[in-house]
């Protein structure tokens, strides 16, 4: 079986490192429940994860009058959301044995995120991972958020390497697709979202947990 030639991992954050996107899921509904405007704000979420500010501000509008108004709406879950994750963000399974086996392969390892970089930052140091990575890539970094490929095509560009000798990792499809339309290896690993049968086929892998990873990478990439 031919492998695959890996030159650098791009990892997408929340709902892949770290266990974040159920907590800012649980806190969108608290603050929906109490005045919002989003209608069945649990399913209605989906819809938002791998977006970035300007992408949220653009959602909400379908139920907001300005962007103003979709701001004080984000900036609510946001504050809710750092409250409670001094104390209940967790890391998700495998992802230090993850990072360290591809250390020790001497691959190369960033964060294509659309969290803003800052916060990106501040979260990874917390949960000790921030010195695994070379770069972090926030939504703050782009003019297109995902799902457009320009997150992963400048993460590429940051890395110094061409897109089919990079693998990226995603949990939502705003993140796989903006992967795949940059030209990446993708593998998917459910969160919140499973994987859709309408892009399975473009996908490298789907592993059901990132435990999976470092032996699927000994088996397929080189």
Not at 52 to 75: K, S
Not at 78 to 95: A, C, H, I, W, Y
Not at 173 to 200: F, M, R
Request: net charge negative; glycine share 8%; proline share 6%.
């Amino acid at each position: 079986m031919q492998k695959t030639r890996i030159e650098g991992v791009l990892w997408d954050m929340d709902g892949v490192l770290i266990d974040s996107e159920r907590l800012v899921q649980s806190v969108f509904v608290e603050v929906m429940d109490q005045g919002g405007p989003v209608p069945d704000p649990e399913k209605r979420y989906l819809e938002t994860i791998g977006l970035n500010r300007t992408g949220l501000i653009n959602w909400f509008l379908q139920f907001v009058p300005d962007e103003q108004t979709a701001e004080i709406w984000i900036d609510k879950t946001r504050d809710g959301f750092n409250q409670r994750s001094r104390t209940e963000l967790q890391l998700k399974p495998g992802v230090k044995e993850s990072l360290d086996h591809l250390t020790q392969l001497g691959i190369q390892q960033m964060v294509v995120t659309s969290t803003r970089t800052a916060m990106a930052e501040d979260k990874l140091e917390r949960m000790g991972l921030l010195e695994y990575f070379d770069s972090i890539l926030g939504g703050d970094q782009v003019e297109n958020g995902k799902p457009h490929p320009e997150p992963y095509q400048r993460g590429c560009q940051k890395l110094g390497i061409d897109a089919p000798f990079a693998l990226a990792i995603e949990d939502s499809p705003n993140g796989v697709l903006s992967a795949l339309s940059a030209g990446c290896v993708v593998i998917h690993i459910p969160d919140l979202i499973e994987t859709d049968p309408v892009w399975e086929q473009r996908l490298t892998a789907r592993l059901n947990s990132l435990a999976e990873f470092p032996a699927w990478m000994s088996r397929h990439c080189q």
